[in-house]
């Protein structure tokens, strides 16, 4: 179930972001209004990555220039079992993982901007995703 529900998560994000085409984000104050919905509409995706931590499926997402942000970086998972400790604890791997894969080549640093709940998808499939989006940025050029 959980993984039927992080593909329709998916989906639903893909479907979000590939509409978005190259236009620029227009978004006035985008700490105000920091959504999934307003990024994928107003911002362009540069990454998509799907993976499993700990047996949870996440996704994570970087858009370039969204806003007043270089690089934006928005990762979801689905709540587990109601427990915001360790659905936090999730997203906070998903992205300590994905900025340890950029330090590879480059060193980056990053600041959680905003997190919060919400419900995607419909009916008896819906279910509760936690979002959580950081600022990241590029402290070395390549190591």
């Not at 329709?8 to 920091?34: E, H, P, R, W, Y």
């Not at 427990?83 to 600041?111: A, C, H, P, R």
Request: proline share 3%; hydrophobic share 45%; glycine share 6%.
């Amino acid at each position: 179930m959980k993984l039927k529900s992080l593909l329709m998560i998916g989906v639903l994000i893909l479907g979000m972001v590939s509409c978005t085409g190259a236009q620029k984000s227009t978004v006035g104050n985008l700490f105000a209004d920091l959504t999934v919905e307003a990024v994928t509409k107003d911002c362009t995706a540069v990454e998509r990555w799907t993976l499993h931590v700990m047996g949870v499926p996440s996704m994570v997402v970087l858009f370039k220039d969204c806003g007043n942000v270089e690089n934006l970086l928005m990762v979801l998972a689905p709540d587990i079992r109601d427990n915001k400790i360790l659905t936090n604890t999730v997203v906070n791997l998903v992205y300590l993982s994905y900025v340890d894969f950029v330090n590879e080549k480059e060193s980056w640093t990053g600041k959680p901007i905003k997190k919060y709940m919400t419900p995607i998808g419909e009916g008896k499939d819906q279910l509760n995703s936690h979002v959580a989006f950081f600022s990241l940025k590029r402290t070395k050029e390549n190591k």
